[in-house]
Nanobody
Framework: QVQLVESGGGLVQPGGSLRLSCAAS????????MGWYRQAPGKQRELVAD???????NYADSVKGRFTISSDNAKNMVYLQMNSLKPEDTAVYYC??????????WGQGTQVTVSS
């Protein structure tokens, strides 16, 4: 069995920072890609950032220069450092893992609210 668990969400003022964490467990081989997605009310779920096992990163245009994705392969962890947060960043943030020969699995999500 496989499990992805997010943590670190919360309420923050505009311009503030949060760091999200995602821990993978249960099937730790052939995990090739991990990423962060978000979904705001009334909007489609969208890719925020992802990172390969080789450390190659990809970001949505809306977060470039503000967010940083990183990973610790030995710990099967992925992180999202979010700086200069804006109200439009408010969403439920989901961690996703992609396994070769196994497909995609999602975490339960963590709420990020940016408001004054």
């Amino acid at each position: 069995q496989v499990q992805l668990v997010e943590s670190g969400g919360g309420l923050v003022q505009p311009g503030g920072s949060l760091r999200l964490s995602c821990a993978a467990s249960g099937r730790l081989f052939n995990l090739n890609l991990m990423g962060w997605y978000r979904q705001a009310p009334g909007k489609q779920r969208e890719l925020v950032a992802d990172i390969t096992i080789n450390g190659r990163t990809n970001y949505a245009d809306s977060v470039k220069g503000r967010f940083t994705i990183s990973s610790d392969n030995a710990k099967n962890m992925v992180y999202l450092q979010m700086n200069s947060l804006k109200p439009e960043d408010t969403a439920v943030y989901y961690c996703k893992g992609t396994w070769y020969g196994f497909g995609d699995r999602w975490g339960q999500g963590t709420q990020v609210t940016v408001s004054s």
